[in-house]
């Protein structure tokens, strides 16, 4: 055997990613060293800091590209945005937990730097380029995620819903390893360089074929899983509605968003060659997931699963953006994302104002009645809701006009009829949710609280919403740019 | 040796060992038990990858790497598994994957 | 006319800063009601202004275009938040910001001393931007968003008596039917940008770079088709048929008008600017805009005239039956709208204008007149009820007596001149049957008329549980001057070969490249005559037979007609063949699986198809037992399933 080699390594490249990493990893020491009980918020606050450093670190690397590691981590604009957006993410999660936490009773120092340590799995997710990196940067996630899921301790559902989570997380692991496993053995390699370079300098014998299009099948599997597509969606609705709100926010965009980045990557470079095959399947999975996602939340009366049954829904559009495998299509994903995202930490923002002092039903007669006493509040949910049923114009309606016009142009029309109808159809559980705030008296007394972290949660995404839809162009633009010389 | 047995009968013996795992992993109501199944799923995972790297790559170490991470990997995941299960125990007083219910729906 | 690119932006921005002044600032009445109408009087002195500084440009010039920003920039694909006036925009503007403006001053009456005005203010005021931003929007995207718009806002008035259960059903109702209508409306505009790679109706330059509108590049299209080899359809077809189902939801058409009637359930100013002058004749103006994609396709015109003509007869003969003040009305404005869709479908696009603004006018007029009943009789809706009323309330008698005539097209007043128009163009098309069923239709219209002139207004009181009396001035000043547009909005476009005789038509020419239709007297002397018989046939029965109208009682022409009576009370069943067909199985199958599955309980508010959907999110939740190893198992199948496609199916 040949002695090893240690390949160079430009760190640089990982900027963000050592910044969070790092930071993360002293806050945890400073967090018990330094802070004392009580005064925990302070712990959010540095990591509200670190997390926007790590955003102002990649800066400047918006003009650089180039791999390391032997290829298997890039740096590239793509990476770079989503690198933001997943800060962003972080950022506001944290925001809304500032209050959350002491408020039940949960408050520990450790939270923050779970947070930010999830959001280092997903930008290693975003920055992977080889499939033990995205099987470290999903485990990484993951991993942080059951933890943060089990995080309201004493609370029932809370340690329920993390088993469930971990039971079929690590169910998924297993199959998204035996899936690597089988595509090394068919290609000899991991890198999705490698296997793209592979499947297009040789036509493979049948069984290679066999091992290779398996592999690949279970790896589309471990996405969908964390994607939360259909069928692989069960998890979802439970472990939203145990996890403590703050938490459930972080999911449903940045596990959902990083596992699609990855997902685009591996399908675009690793697996174009045997697109074919794929297609099909994801195409299936798409219009269940559209179609069960949507009418899931019909009957829900309990507005976080009915949070959890949209973001599946959603899964769905923007898994369209990645099927299309083009410019547009790829372009139409990023923009969703930022518009979803935020209209969606929104929408859980005003749940938590909502939510009750030990109390766990999130009931969506606690909105009746909104308006009248608080209207600022109220108008700041429709706007959410609006959006998330795509109504303009707000970022909604644009997110899913780019990803239908896209669908269309890339022969997926019939998948672009079926979001155009089940969107039609989730208008009318957004809407009740309105019909709550606007048309009804209050059922009971409940005293929405809101406090500093709350509060810039909702402007910024409310602002936000409003702003993505009214002038989309600048955002379309960087979507444009990040898109720029991506390369596997 | 690896003329002596097959890579097929290798990979046989591992997809066997997954299936086993997965069976587990489906059939037991214990916690614990689910655990293990899920464990030796990613065992029958490790054979695989040292054996296409035995048999297939022998020159670059990527088989042998990626075993170890996913060693790596399924200690973490346990631990924060059991913890949790004892955790449920604490207050459920039951390890059975199907007494915990609350949620559904 | 430079100072035009910016006036025309007060239009709808007006009206948006009363929305939001009245939604964060003022919390009282008196304010209230006086910035929403404030702003919307605004904009109808901007509009004229804007729209004499249009009148001054040569005729071939008259479109002002400008752009806010760019809305959307991605490579190909552009399109401007850009607002525009022509000559079909401006008559649109005139109409709703003038008949917005005095149905806003007529709220201030109507709904003094309600607990959420404020609230109701902003809405009005809200409305009132989509709509300009429905008419003004120079690109599809722009006319979407004041589509969803109007909508949105009619949901919210329709239910903002949300303790009236029937009211927040009917908002609901509404908003589910416009639904069919927008998904058509989305799927058309994608179909626009595939095929012309633009959602702008015309040419803009921005920036020295024009980008094209579809609308001048319909040719491209042409022969065209998409679909299966053994059946293709005309691009043309397919995009403009996409098209008219919207408008049929929105204008509340054959077979999507059942939620039209049921929105009668807001209050009344709602019901006379919404679904009667603006919101519902979005559909006819989304139409009349699109005209030369619609020309293209001889299958989908057939279907326009087939359901315009279709819808007035259907609902022409609900009106006749009803008992309620504003179900009469409501129908008639279905049945109006049938006419107009109709002679679109004819190509009479300017007598299609025509009609809208006519109608506009004496049925804001007819609304707000019978909001004055209403009001000046204590709620009462039910016409059995009321009678002799001319007495006690004058002015509310005389202005509905004008609207009443216009509508039944008696000569020289407004409705005449456009309801001829139509006819006249149907007879010089050769459309007969099409021809017979309108000229019928306005037969009924005359009858109807006339039986609620009748029963509200002569004989005796019926019920003396309530004390008539006639609404304050700023109530029947609004009528007022209704009345008077009511009399002389024909003027409009008169058939005559005089100076200014064929106003609407020339001004409209560039937009609608339509000559002015001809007049045929024999055909104007027959329906003159027929609605005259018409209309005094309607007062006669209903005055003679005044005494046989009992409260709850049957109608005294259930004597003649029986069962068919019942039919056409109920609209020839089409609601209740929705119920017992769609919505009933549906909520059979969803209320034994209930049962099943056991949901939390569903919200009242849950109707109809909505049942279906829930039972089908009820398979989908009952399959989320809460039992892990269930999801794993559901996952393993999943597996199997991808897997097995992957290996074997592909092979």
């Known amino acids: 055997m040949e002695p090893l080699q240690i390949p160079p390594v430009n760190l640089i490249l990982l900027a963000p990613l050592l910044t969070v990493v790092g930071w993360a990893s002293a806050l945890l020491l400073v967090d018990v060293f330094l802070i004392p009980e009580g005064k925990k918020k302070l712990t959010g606050y540095l990591a509200i800091a670190g997390l926007l450093v790590a955003g102002l670190v990649g800066l400047p690397l918006w003009n650089v590209s180039g791999s390391t590691f032997s290829g298997m981590l890039v740096l590239d604009r793509y990476s770079l945005s989503l690198t933001w957006i997943f800060v962003i993410v972080g950022a506001l999660s944290i925001a809304m937990a500032l209050d959350y936490l002491p408020r039940h009773g949960i408050e520990q120092g450790e939270f923050y730097p779970l947070i930010m340590f999830a959001v280092a799995g997903m930008i290693l997710l975003a920055q992977g380029t080889d499939l033990i990196v995205l099987f470290l940067g999903i485990e990484a996630l993951s991993i942080t995620l059951y933890i943060l899921t089990g995080f309201a301790y004493p609370r029932l559902t809370s340690e329920e819903a993390a088993m469930k989570y971990l039971v079929l997380g690590a169910f998924a692991a297993g199959f998204f390893v035996y899936g690597i496993a089988l595509v090394y053995g068919a290609t000899g390699t991991t890198s999705l360089a490698g296997i793209a370079e592979f499947l297009g300098r040789q036509t493979l014998v049948a069984e290679d074929q066999t091992l290779l299009l398996a592999g690949a099948g279970m790896v589309l599997i471990a996405f969908s899983f964390k994607t939360a597509l259909v069928p692989f969606h069960m998890w979802t609705p439970d472990v939203y509605e145990g996890s403590p709100t703050p938490v459930a926010a972080f999911m449903s965009v940045g596990t959902k968003g990083a596992a699609l980045a990855a997902l685009l990557r591996v399908l675009a470079f690793a697996f174009e060659g045997v697109q074919a095959y794929w297609l099909p399947v994801l195409a299936a999975l798409a219009a269940i997931t559209m179609v069960v996602g949507n009418l899931g939340a019909l009957g829900q009366t309990n507005v976080k699963r009915m949070l959890a049954y949209s973001s599946i829904g959603h899964a769905g559009y923007i898994l369209l953006g990645i099927m299309v495998a083009s410019e547009r299509g790829a372009e139409a994903f990023l923009f969703y994302l930022l518009a979803y995202a935020l209209t969606n930490l929104g929408a859980f923002g005003v749940v938590i104002a909502l939510e009750q002092q030990g109390e766990s039903v999130w009931s969506i007669e606690d909105f009746a009645g909104l308006y009248q006493r608080r209207p600022m509040l109220a108008v700041a949910m429709a706007l959410f809701m609006f959006s998330l049923a795509g109504v303009p114009p707000t970022a909604g309606f644009m997110a899913k006009f780019f990803i239908f016009t896209a669908a269309y142009e890339g022969g997926l029309g019939w998948l672009a009829l079926v979001g155009v109808i089940t969107s039609a159809i989730a208008a009318y559980f957004y809407l009740r949710v309105v019909v709550k705030m606007f048309m009804q008296e209050p059922a009971r007394e409940v005293q929405p609280e809101l406090n500093r972290g709350l509060n810039a949660d909702i402007i910024i995404a409310g602002v936000a919403t409003l702003l993505i839809g009214l002038v989309p162009t600048p955002f379309i633009f960087l979507a444009q740019q990040s898109l720029v010389a991506l390369g596997g | 040796m690896t003329n002596a047995i097959p890579l097929e009968a290798v990979l046989v013996v591992a997809g066997a060992l997954f299936c086993i795992g997965l069976f587990g992993a489906l059939s037991r109501r214990n916690m614990v038990g689910i655990l293990m199944g899920v464990e030796l ?18 020159r670059f170490i990527t088989g042998q790497t990626f075993a170890l991470f996913v060693i790596a990997v399924a200690a973490a995941e346990a631990a924060v598994g059991l913890a949790m299960i004892i955790a449920i125990y604490r207050s459920w007083q039951t390890v059975n994957a199907d007494s915990v219910d609350s949620l559904r729906g | 006319m430079a100072y035009l690119n910016w006036l025309i932006w007060l239009i709808p921005l007006l009206p948006l800063l009363g929305f939001l002044l009245n939604v964060f600032v003022v919390r009282r009445e008196r304010p209230a009601g006086l910035l ?30 400008s752009t806010g920003w760019q809305w959307i920039s991605t490579g190909a694909f552009q399109v401007p938040f850009g607002i525009m006036l022509d000559p079909l925009t401006a008559v649109m503007v005139l109409l709703v910001t003038g008949v917005g403006a005095l149905i806003h001053i007529y709220s201030i009456g109507y709904m003094h001393g309600d607990p959420r005005v404020v609230r109701y203010f902003a809405y009005l005021n809200l409305f009132i931007t989509m709509m300009l931003f429905l008419v003004m929007g120079n690109n599809l995207l722009i006319l979407f968003l004041g589509w969803e718009g109007v909508g949105l806002c009619s949901f919210l008035l329709i239910g903002y008596w949300f303790e009236r259960r029937s009211a927040a059903e009917a908002a609901v109702k509404a908003f589910v039917v416009n639904r069919i209508g927008d998904a058509a409306f989305i799927l058309a505009m994608l179909a626009i940008f595939a095929s012309f790679g633009t959602l702008n109706f015309y040419d803009v330059e921005i920036g020295g770079v024009i980008q094209p509108g579809f609308l001048e590049r319909i040719p491209e299209i042409l022969g065209r088709t998409v679909g299966p080899s053994w059946q293709p359809i005309a691009v043309a077809t397919g995009i403009s048929f996409l098209l008219l189902i919207g408008a049929t939801g929105k204008s509340a058409q054959f077979p999507l008008f059942v939620w039209l009637p049921d929105a009668m359930a807001g209050p009344t100013p709602v019901s006379a600017l919404i679904h009667a002058a603006t919101m519902v004749t979005a559909g006819v103006y989304m139409m009349a805009r699109t005209e030369s994609l619609f020309q293209e396709s001889l299958a989908t015109q057939s279907w326009v005239l087939w359901i315009g003509a279709l819808t007035a007869l259907i609902a022409g003969t609900a009106a006749v039956a009803q008992w309620d003040i504003k179900r009469v009305l409501a129908y008639s404005t279905v049945s109006q709208l049938g006419f107009m869709v109709a002679a679109c479908g004819m190509g009479a696009y300017v007598a299609a204008i025509f009609h809208l603004l006519t109608h506009g006018l004496f ?7 019978s909001g004055s009943v209403i009001h000046g009789t204590h709620d009462t809706q039910d016409m059995r009820r009321m009678g002799g009323l001319r007495t006690a309330m004058p002015t509310t008698f005389w202005t509905y007596l004008v609207g009443a005539a216009a509508l039944a097209g008696i000569v020289p007043l407004a409705g005449f001149w456009s309801k001829d128009e139509i006819l006249a163009h149907a007879l010089s098309h050769g459309n007969w049957p099409q021809l017979i069923i309108l000229f019928l239709t306005s037969l009924l219209t005359a009858f109807y008329m006339g039986r609620q002139v009748a029963l509200v207004f002569y004989g005796e009181q019926r019920d003396h549980s309530y004390h008539a009396h006639e609404s304050g001035r700023v109530m029947t000043v609004p009528l007022l001057i209704l009345a008077v547009g009511a009399a002389l909005g024909g003027l409009m476009n008169l058939p005559f070969s005089i100076p200014g005789g064929h106003w609407l038509s020339d001004w409209l020419n560039p937009v609608l490249h339509e000559e002015p239709g001809e007049f045929n007297l024999a055909l104007a002397l027959l329906a003159t005559a027929g609605a005259v018989g018409m209309g005094y046939l309607g007062w006669w029965v209903y005055t003679r037979n005044a005494a046989r109208v009992k409260v709850g009682g049957k109608d005294p022409a259930y004597r003649y007609t029986g069962d068919i009576w019942d039919g056409m009370e109920e609209a020839w069943y089409l609601d209740a063949a929705y119920n017992r067909f769609v919505v009933a199985p549906f909520r059979a199958l969803g209320g034994f699986l209930a049962r099943v599955f056991d949901p939390q309980g569903i919200d009242g508010l849950v109707m109809g198809i909505g ?11 009952g399959l989320q037992s809460g039992y892990v190893r269930t999801y794993a198992l559901v996952f393993t199948v999943g597996v199997l399933l991808v897997l097995g496609f992957v290996l074997i199916f592909t092979r």
């Open chain 3, 363 to 369: 049925k804001a007029l007819l609304f707000l007149g």
């Open chain 3, 36 to 65: 929403a109408s404030g702003m919307v009087l605004g904009a109808f002195v901007v509009a004229v202004v804007a729209v004499i500084g249009l009148a001054g440009l040569p005729a071939e010039s008259r479109r002002i275009m």
């Open chain 3, 611 to 621: 049942r279906f959907f829930t039972w089908v999110g009820g398979g989908v939740r």
């Open chain 2, 41 to 58: 799923m990613l065992n029958a995972v490790n054979i695989n990858l040292v054996a296409f790297w035995r048999y297939l790559e022998p």
